[in-house]
């Protein structure tokens, strides 16, 4: 690693111990697209048991990435209260994965049954004012995808599969941890 690398390594951990000490104390939210997901949708030997819709859902990657963001928040005590989610099966499976309490499906997060198509001018502005409802002393998780991101923000670019980006006040993006950085965040 030459000195910037390992410089620019240095401020992005400060940066990331920072954000979780910042997450300990709440308010913020947590816009977070589902963990990793095939493009292609399951059959009916392919597909979970409860996945009657035969709808896509999370890779081995995706499941395990949702389990130890899960046990992550956990042991860094990031204090999470209202979580909401897209009623898309993939969805709900990061949530459940991560065993994140009391999740409530909202049809403003969904893909409208179209997966990675573009999503209604509504659903953007939802998302947009959704935001704005900073929890005080807990955090907000909002798990939804990449269109409903995009369409809401377009000037975050690219979220990556399970990536949250975290806004605090004034809708200002104060960070962006990737699903498989939450295990290695410092308690």
Do not use: C
């Not at 990449?146 to 980006?165: K, L, T």
């Amino acid at each position: 690693l030459t000195l910037t690398a390992v410089a620019a390594t240095a401020a992005q951990t400060s940066t990331k111990d920072e954000l979780t000490s910042r997450l300990r104390q709440g308010g913020y939210i947590l816009v977070m697209r589902h963990a990793s997901s095939p493009r292609k949708v399951p059959n009916t030997q392919t597909a979970n048991p409860d996945n009657e819709k035969l709808e896509r859902q999370l890779d081995e990657a995706g499941r395990a990435a949702s389990v130890a963001m899960g046990r992550a928040l956990r042991d860094l005590k990031i204090p999470v209260g209202e979580v909401l989610t897209s009623p898309t099966y993939r969805a709900l499976e990061t949530v459940r994965l991560a065993q994140l309490a009391n999740p409530r499906a909202q049809t403003e997060l969904g893909d409208g049954g179209q997966s990675m198509k573009g999503v209604a001018d509504t659903q953007a502005a939802w998302l947009r004012e959704r935001v704005t409802h900073l929890p005080a002393g807990s955090n907000t998780i909002i798990v939804t995808h990449m269109p409903n991101i995009s369409g809401a923000f377009p000037a975050w670019g690219a979220v990556e599969d399970g990536e949250a980006v975290i806004v605090g006040a004034g809708g200002r993006v104060v960070g962006r941890i990737k699903i498989d950085e939450w295990p290695r965040l410092k308690p």
